[in-house]
């Protein structure tokens, strides 16, 4: 059920160039996660950069180190979404 909600949402969203997404955030993301290699959140390895402030609500942020957070998988996908829809609403 969750995959059919997830697949339906997908073909609605902009594709990741489109979303902001390009060329220069995969070059601000890697030289991030060489900086800052650790989860913000649990301390373990980092494998994703989060905006703090999402890019929706402040897309002129989208490249400002100071809105980036090193974060896991786990701790992205997990308690970061919930906030952000708490205080941000949906995304969709």
Same mark, same amino acid.
């Given at each position: 059920?969750?995959?059919? %909600?997830?697949?339906?949402?997908?073909?609605? %969203?902009?594709?990741?160039?489109?979303?902001? $997404?390009? +060329?220069?955030?995969?070059?601000?993301?890697?030289?991030?996660?060489? !900086? $800052?290699?650790?989860?913000?959140?649990?301390?373990?390895?980092?494998?994703? !950069?989060?905006?703090? !402030?999402?890019? +929706? !609500?402040?897309?002129?942020? %989208?490249?400002?180190?100071?809105?980036?957070?090193?974060?896991?998988?786990?701790?992205?996908?997990?308690?970061?979404?919930?906030?952000? +829809? %708490?205080? $941000?609403?949906?995304? +969709?």
């Amino acid at each position: 059920m969750a995959k059919a %909600r997830h697949a339906r949402a997908d073909a609605k %969203r902009p594709n990741a160039a489109a979303r902001g $997404y390009d +060329r220069e955030w995969g070059q601000l993301r890697a030289d991030f996660l060489r !900086v $800052y290699p650790g989860c913000k959140r649990c301390g373990g390895p980092a494998t994703l !950069v989060d905006h703090i !402030v999402p890019i +929706r !609500v402040a897309p002129h942020r %989208r490249l400002d180190p100071a809105n980036l957070q090193s974060l896991c998988a786990s701790c992205h996908s997990g308690a970061k979404q919930s906030a952000d +829809r %708490r205080k $941000y609403g949906a995304d +969709r």
